[in-house]
Nanobody, 125 residues
Framework: QVQLVESGGGLVQAGGSLRLSCAAS????????MGWFRQAPGKEREFVAT????????YYADSVEGRFTISRDNAKNTLYLQMNSVKPEDTAVYYC??????????????????WGQGTQVTVSS
């Protein structure tokens, strides 16, 4: 059974930092591109960042480019999202997702195969 479990969310002041983790089990982690998405209250889920199977290639939404960094440790079956210089508009539930492919990365949520349950990030002004 595939499980993706996010952790590291919480309350942080604007301008601060937070590191999210996503622990994967029940799958061969290195066979999957990975992504982070977020959903704020009353809004649709949106793409945040994605990374290919070995971490060689990444892509970010314009809204987080230069502030967030996605990374992975295949030996630990773990995905990370380092969030720096956070803003109140970053407040959302953050989800990690796995896309079965080793050719690149993915920005479309519907193409992902597995999802975590989400972790809340709240940025106070």
């Amino acid at each position: 059974q595939v499980q993706l479990v996010e952790s590291g969310g919480g309350l942080v002041q604007a301008g601060g930092s937070l590191r999210l983790s996503c622990a994967a089990s029940g799958l061969k982690f290195s066979n999957f591109a990975m992504g982070w998405f977020r959903q704020a209250p009353g809004k649709e889920r949106e793409f945040v960042a994605t990374i290919d199977w070995n971490g060689a290639s990444t892509y970010y939404a314009d809204s987080v480019e230069g502030r967030f960094t996605i990374s992975r440790d295949n030996a630990k079956n773990t995905l990370y999202l380092q969030m720096n210089s956070v803003k109140p508009e970053d407040t959302a539930v953050y989800y990690c997702a796995a896309d079965f492919q080793t050719t690149g990365w993915e920005t479309f949520a519907r193409r992902y195969d597995f999802w975590g349950q989400g972790t809340q990030v709240t940025v106070s002004s």
